[in-house]
């Protein structure tokens, strides 16, 4: 089952991974954790689940904001 996630309530990212070498693509980062403010379980941690399923571009912008 696919799970819709409003990104603009998800915070408290942590990116994992991140290997300077790589820049700019930083292939190896991923986000690790975040929060999200589910109006239906209320303040919850994301799911393995959920993470992998992140797009790959907000991951990718949140590696960046990570980085700066």
Do not use: C
Request: glycine share 2%.
């Amino acid at each position: 089952m696919k799970t819709y996630l409003d990104y603009d309530k998800i915070d408290d990212v942590v990116v994992e991974g991140l290997d300077h070498s790589d820049a700019p693509n930083y292939s190896d980062a991923y986000i690790a954790s975040a929060k999200y403010d589910d109006p239906v379980k209320s303040y919850r941690d994301l799911t393995d689940e959920e993470l992998n399923n992140l797009d790959p571009d907000w991951v990718y912008q949140q590696v960046i904001d990570w980085n700066h």
